[in-house]
């Protein structure tokens, strides 16, 4: 079994070999976490060998032993997600650059930021109305990342027999 902890930081992210800053006058306002943030993971891996018939020689141990069961799973937190539209100007690109990417102004701390549930991250997390458009001809203050998505889970399992052929 293994866990991790950690944090990866960043003021910017290539996209499409492109390295773009929301403000280039202002890095700082991108630094954020990066998008394959995350921030704890736990994954495990087991064997076992069935103990049961595999030591006798009966043709009964032959077919109900050497039997093993194995397994692994993963689970970790939900990656950052960034909310920003590509709508044309004036209901995006709200500083009017040419360039469909803006983020939108941070909305009420009551609107929920992280734990979303497969269910409501496949319906639908946000409304547009919980956030508040920029005044024209600037850029909103959401930061980058804002949000976390749904965590990941996976869990596998296999039962294995093992047996010998002779010609």
Sequence with gaps: ??????????????????????????????????????????????????????????????????????????????RPMNVFTDAAYPNGDFNADGTRADRPNAPAASVKRSGFTKEEF????????????????SLGDLARNAFRGPGFARVDASLNKTFTMAE
Excluded: H, M
């Design 122 to 137: 496949l319906n639908g997390i946000f409304r547009t109305t919980d956030f508040l458009r920029p005044a024209a001809g």
């Design 1 to 78: 079994a293994n866990y991790t902890y950690g944090k990866v930081l960043t003021d910017a992210e290539a996209e499409q070999d492109v390295t773009s800053f929301y403000d280039v006058d202002n890095r700082r306002r991108d630094r954020s976490y990066a998008s394959f943030d995350v921030p704890q993971r736990v994954a495990f891996t087991g064997v076992w060998e069935l103990p049961f018939l595999r030591n006798c020689s009966s043709w009964y141990c032959k077919v109900a032993g050497g039997w093993q069961l194995s397994g692994y799973g993963i689970f970790e937190q939900g």
